[in-house]
């Protein structure tokens, strides 16, 4: 069997009916971007109230199947009415004005739902704050309509796990085959925006945890430069690696997120680096195809092009042949540090190295400190460090599966949240060493080097960004160990009708260049190859856990 594109029209017919997408007062809901959105807004043909009935609808059919969501919004439709008003009183604040979104179950609301993490731990804890992000989503005019669920504890408890899965929101499923993973930790957010549940949703990332649902999923994701956006109110992993991000059906969608998130926070010292760039508007960098003659992109070979499925790059080949025909240049290249940072089967594998050269060295204490600081904010919960979620779980094994064997979605137990408390959370000078050489190894022998590519004749060619184009994290996890941008596209589905992305990677701050070329990219794939392929949901009866 082949790999596909997806040339045949938008349409629905070979969905089962309890996923097709239904229409309101003759309007066509299906596949709707924020833009057209907004225009039915404006014209007064849809009102927010009425869009987040459509959502609510869409969730009470599909979400039993999905199980893309864990909690939702008592108070969203007010919230609706409220944007409405605001609306008929000529108060407009923005592309998010009046439209439903996501947030993953990590990012702090204070208002009637729970943070948890996925976790049963936190039930009943009370935040004392919005997170940054989610007071300016409100400040945009986004509606909160509920929190996305996600692998439990952004995937730092446990070694082995079923991805997607938490003991709160059950077992995220991927939308085009149901008994495929969503991948993580970002599941549910990724997972949602491809069912056609909301237009858009955010997620956050350590390693992969947005890029790679974004991938599995068939959606635009944007990971930025870690700085760009506060992760103040967020449960915490990495200090060095966290960033929160957008998921969308097209990068458009995915920008209007991502600018209604960026901004300084004097709670989060990252966003105040002096070399911090910020764009005034990432929208305006989205290009059509034509931008793409004269641009030289960079195809790194080592432990990434080489490890490719074979179906996955016949999708990726037809969309270069596709680049090349618009006047763009793919050159092959490396990362120096290749064969030393990826793992040689692609595989994502934060333990890879020896302790002084590995990034769960760093992980690990960043995140016993970071989520002792958190829980110390909270009240209404008896967890105040990470040895309490560890005692918990132990005494509830039954649903959170502290040891293994005990639960299938955990068959290491929660080995990792106890490495987590034997680091005692102290910066010891094999954490100096492992942060050191990650950063060195993916900036200046990583991404950094293979931007400035050095041709067989010697000559220096400096590349417009670099293109990946693996399921299984080969590279993209060098984006995340550096705190570097990147984003991915859809472009096809493999030959077992799993989408195929491809990721653009760059350097600091260069979220307005990767923009520019992922939208280019994007508008060929659409006008040439079929844009995004839309979820077929097959298996929606498979409940199987865990997932492959």
Not at 120 to 126: Q, V, Y
Not at 177 to 205: H, K, M, Q, W
Not at 521 to 529: S, Y
Request: aromatic share 6%.
């Amino acid at each position: 069997m082949h790999a596909q594109l997806n040339r045949d029209p938008p349409c629905q017919e070979s969905v089962p009916p309890i996923f097709q997408v239904d229409g309101f007062n003759s309007l066509d809901l299906y596949e709707l971007t924020v833009d057209k959105l907004q225009q039915l807004l404006s014209t007064g043909l849809l009102t927010s109230v009425d869009y987040v009935n459509f959502c609510l609808k869409r969730i009470h059919m599909i979400d039993c199947y999905l199980e893309a969501i864990i909690e939702l919004n008592p108070d969203a439709l007010s919230i609706a009415e409220s944007r409405d008003d605001e609306r008929q009183r000529g108060v407009n604040r923005g592309a998010l004005h009046g439209v439903p979104v996501l947030v993953k179950d990590n990012m702090a609301t204070d208002d009637a739902m729970q943070t948890t993490a996925g976790s049963w731990a936190l039930l009943g804890s009370i935040v004392p704050r919005d997170a940054f992000i989610v007071s300016q989503l409100r400040e945009a005019g986004a509606i909160i309509l509920g929190h996305a669920n996600m692998s439990e504890w952004a995937s730092v408890r446990s070694k082995k796990y079923s991805t997607g899965y938490s003991p709160r929101g059950g077992q995220v499923r991927n939308p085009y085959d149901l008994s495929r993973s969503p991948y993580g930790s970002s599941s549910g957010s990724a997972a949602a925006v491809s069912a056609n549940i909301v237009p858009l949703s955010f997620g956050t990332e350590t390693d992969t945890s947005i890029i790679g649902p974004a991938m599995k999923n068939g959606v635009v994701g944007i990971k930025p430069t870690v700085g760009l956006t506060s992760r103040a109110g967020v449960i915490p992993i990495s200090e060095n690696m966290d960033t929160v991000g957008s998921f969308g059906r097209t990068v458009a969608d995915a920008v209007h997120g991502l600018n209604a998130i960026v901004g300084t926070d004097e709670r989060d010292p990252s966003t105040l680096s002096p070399s911090r760039h910020q764009e005034a508007d990432y929208a305006t960098f989205i290009s059509p195809k034509e931008v793409l003659k004269g641009a030289k992109f960079g195809l790194p070979w080592k432990r990434c092009w080489e490890l490719v499925a074979a179906d996955q790059k016949e999708v990726a080949e037809r969309v270069f042949k596709g680049m090349t025909d618009a006047g763009a240049e793919i050159i092959r290249t490396d990362f120096p540090s290749a064969e030393e940072r990826i793992p040689s089967d692609g595989v994502f594998d934060w333990e890879h190295g020896d302790p002084a050269r590995s990034e769960f060295s760093v992980v690990k204490i960043e995140a016993y400190n970071g989520i002792n600081a958190y829980l110390s904010e909270l009240s209404g919960t008896s967890m105040r460090k990470v040895e309490d979620i560890i005692a918990y779980n132990t005494e509830n094994s039954g649903t959170e599966g502290a040891s293994p064997g005990d639960h299938p979605a955990f068959p290491s137990g929660q080995d990792n949240l106890h490495e987590l408390a034997r680091s005692g959370g102290r910066k010891t000078e094999t954490y100096h060493r492992a942060l050191h050489h990650i950063h060195a190894q993916s900036r200046a022998h990583g991404i950094d080097a293979a931007l400035n590519h050095t041709t067989p004749h010697g000559e220096t060619v400096q590349l417009d960004a670099l293109l990946l184009c693996d399921d299984k994290a080969a590279g993209q996890e060098l984006a995340a160990q550096a705190g570097y941008p990147i984003i991915c596209v859809p472009i096809g589905l493999d030959a077992d009708e799993m989408p195929v992305g491809l990721s653009l990677q760059h350097t600091a701050w260069k979220e307005g260049t990767l923009i520019k070329w992922a939208s280019a990219i994007e508008d060929l794939v659409g006008k040439t190859l079929g844009g995004r392929p839309r979820p077929k949901y097959r298996a929606y009866h498979s409940k199987n856990i865990p997932i492959r």
